[in-house]
């Protein structure tokens, strides 16, 4: 048994020794394992019983206090790929597994979807002003991500162009792809960090109002084309009330990017649906007469004419005006590998988004307040201090208080990835098909008869004790435990690809 000073010690070797000297070292190991990559897991001290489903009764107990530590180890499950690597990448891959279920079927989902009409379409922000930025005309490079092409130079004029501030608007430089310059304006002070911060928390309701002229436009070009309405029939208070609705559904898919700038794109997945007045959660094929030419002509109209104008502000009485950038482009999807973009690269694609925030712009904080605020805004700062502090000044007034609130996010208050309701598979049944696998792998299956409820419950009492790991030693065991059954998983995976082969 090493000396109780070892643990409390600041040497990771000491702290280290202490721990693998323990009896309990083994079931320590096998404890931690379903946390034991997360950087910051959650702690959680209490009682597990199991209860009899029929009647409630307590059929036993067990108490945390029994187990290594006296705690449960639970991962973070932080979707931020800069905090922690390791829930990030579970999340990506259930991004992943929601996307593209939506497009080929499984988890839930009718594989015939796989036929439905789908586009990719990609929603920019407008310009605020000009930007360093790093643009290849034409990629030469096998692999895109490690793409060494050599990139045009950034803002080339002929003539000096300079700015009411006196700076010249011209860079010849072409910047490597990690130059911290790039989506940082010409001129900090030409550049328009109002718009954009209120910009970035309108997106959703711009967005909002995109699906709505999508829809719209595809209602218009079904009745052009003969296809009839759907009557839908409900009974409310004794009266039957009888409504025409469109004969097709469209199903969402959207991810939120980032930009350097600070602008955010929405990346998204539109498929095309039948509708049944019957059973609205069936997924139907879409009704003869409509392909994915329309509905990529739907988009790209309703990314042209959709816009609006805010409220007034005492900072801009007449408000701002929101509209897509002029950059919008839409393809085709198809399954087969020779597409445009097909369901993988579309599905990979928008899960590596799902684990990204605010990071690349350089800027990464909690939620800030009246303390806090002074650490990240400055009105002659940098570009990103600037926009922090555009979104706390304009956030004054009790109707613009959302910018206050999202000020750590530079004004976008969404969440990176969403989806209509009927689109695929949730996280939720992801995480339950997840946890009931590991209780199965844990205690094994329980023993019932087809089509029968369990006559037994678990029934959690914990309660929050505190997060991360006890010692520095702790993480890194418990990581390096983890690596070693990853590595384990990928050894025996290959074996089994080459004893299929």
């Given amino acids: 048994m090493a000396p109780p000073w070892y643990v409390r010690s600041t040497d990771v070797r000491l702290q280290a020794i202490a721990r693998a000297v323990r009896d309990d070292y083994p079931d320590w190991l096998d404890h931690v394992r379903s946390a034991a990559a997360c950087v910051r897991p959650v702690r959680l001290a209490g009682a597990i019983a199991t209860v009899e489903a029929d009647t409630g009764r307590i059929l036993s107990t067990v108490s945390t206090a029994t187990m290594p530590d006296g705690v449960i180890y639970k991962a ?167 409504r025409s609705v469109a004969p097709f559904r469209l199903s969402f898919g959207k991810a939120a990017e980032m930009q350097r700038r600070a602008a955010v794109h929405f990346h998204a997945i539109i498929r095309l649906d039948g509708f049944d007045p019957d059973d609205r959660d069936a997924i139907l094929p879409p009704p003869a007469g409509l392909d994915a030419g329309d509905l990529k002509a739907a988009v790209d109209h309703a990314a042209g004419t959709v816009g609006f104008t805010t409220g007034d502000h005492p900072a801009r009485p007449e408000g701002w005006p929101i509209a897509w950038g002029p950059q919008t482009l839409t393809k085709l999807i198809t399954v087969a590998a020779d597409g445009e973009v097909t369901d993988g690269m579309v599905a990979a694609y928008l899960a590596k988004y799902a684990t990204k925030s605010t990071e690349i712009t350089g800027h990464a904080s909690s939620r800030l307040n009246d303390d806090t605020i002074g650490v990240y805004a400055d009105p002659d700062g940098t570009h990103t201090e600037r926009l922090v502090e555009a979104c706390w000044i ?98 025996a995976r290959t074996d089994l690809v080459a004893l299929a082969a």
């Avoid at 209509?420 to 946890?435: D, I």
Wanted: hydrophobic share 35%; proline share 6%.
């Fill in 394 to 491: 304009l956030g004054r007034p009790s109707d613009w208080r959302r910018l206050r609130r999202w000020a750590h996010m530079l004004g976008f208050g969404g969440h990176f990835l969403t989806k209509s309701r009927r689109y695929s598979v949730t996280f939720t049944v992801l995480r339950a098909e997840r946890a009931t696998w590991q209780r199965v792998q844990n205690s094994g299956p329980e023993v019932t008869e087809p089509g029968e409820e369990p006559t037994t419950l678990v029934v959690n009492f914990l309660q929050f004790v505190g997060a991360g790991w006890h010692t520095t030693a702790d993480a890194l065991m418990a990581n390096t435990s983890a690596a070693l059954a990853r590595e384990h998983q990928q050894l």
């Fill in 76 to 242: 973070c499950g932080n979707r931020r790929e800069t905090v922690c690597p390791a829930c990030s990448q579970r999340y990506k891959g259930d991004a992943y597994q929601v996307v593209r279920s939506g497009l080929i079927g499984g988890k839930g989902v009718p594989e015939q979807v796989a036929t439905h009409p789908a586009v990719f379409p990609t929603f920019t922000a407008p310009s605020f002003g000009p930007v360093h930025t790093r643009h290849i005309k034409r990629h030469t490079c096998g692999r895109r991500a490690s793409c060494d092409c050599r990139p045009e130079p950034c803002h080339p004029r002929r003539d000096a162009a300079w700015c009411e501030h006196g700076r010249r608007l011209v860079c010849f430089a072409r910047h490597a792809d990690s130059d911290r310059a790039l989506g940082t304006p010409l001129c900090l002070d030409c550049y328009d960090h109002d718009a954009q911060v209120v910009w970035n928390l309108q997106a959703g309701e711009l967005w909002r109002r995109t699906t709505i002229a999508i829809n719209r436009y595809m209602r218009r070009l079904a009745r052009e084309r003969g296809i009839p309405d759907v009557q839908v029939v409900t009974v409310r208070d004794g009266k039957v009330r009888v």
